[in-house]
């Protein structure tokens, strides 16, 4: 996600499921993974066949499942805490995801047109039927540059940008889409911290279906 710098010149990256591609200015954006791509690095990866779930798996899945109701009952990312956020961070860490970089205005969490264009094939992929009633986390992560209160403000932001986009293109579910924002916090590219890699959303398959209203 960009952050104190001009949109002007910067390109677009996806990275899915080890995939990176970057459609650099003036580059073909057909470069770019296909919705099918996008879908494969979403869909749930299923358990192992044949083997039931630990207790422990059980249980952990449930502490995931009530955690994950009680973010979707609040529906505002400024009241998650850095626990919650840790604890996401925990969930997501091998659950499907895709991460993408959304362009937006300078020092803004309004969404470019670029942006909205590439966001238009996500949310497509997000309201397929094999996905249709999944809970995603919509994780906001800017790079170094700048403070770190201005940074988790607006990760915050967009991560909300983002999922107000889904909601009124795409009519998903607000409570199957949990924003959290992250700031600086997490960088994807410790070595480079002003890459561009680090300024992305992350769209988090929480494998949970929202088959229940949140409480």
Request: hydrophobic share 35%; charged share 30%.
């Amino acid at each position: 996600m960009a952050n104190q710098r001009p949109i002007c010149g910067i390109g677009v990256a996806f990275l899915v499921a080890g995939l990176s591609v970057f459609a650099g200015p003036g580059e073909a954006v057909a470069q770019a993974p296909s919705e099918a791509q996008i879908l494969e690095a979403l869909k749930p990866k299923g358990g192992t066949r044949g083997l039931a779930p630990s207790p422990e798996e059980q249980r952990r899945a449930e502490e995931d499942r009530r955690f994950i109701d009680e973010l979707r009952s609040r529906q505002k990312v400024r009241s998650l805490t850095p626990r919650d956020r840790d604890t996401v961070a925990k969930i997501a860490a091998d659950k499907p995801s895709v991460d993408i970089e959304v362009q937006f205005e300078y020092k803004s969490d309004v969404i470019t047109r670029d942006g909205r264009q590439f966001l238009q094939t996500v949310g497509r992929v997000m309201s397929d039927e094999q996905l249709k009633g999944t809970v995603f986390f919509i994780n906001g992560h800017t790079d170094a540059k700048g403070g770190t209160d201005y940074n988790q403000a607006l990760s915050e932001r967009r991560a909300e940008a983002v999922k107000r986009f889904l909601i009124e293109e795409f009519r998903l579910p607000a409570d199957t889409l949990v924003a959290v924002g992250y700031g600086k916090g997490r960088l994807k590219n410790t070595a480079d911290p002003l890459a561009g890699e680090n300024r992305r959303v992350q769209i988090v398959n929480t494998e949970q279906a929202a088959n229940a209203t949140a409480r």
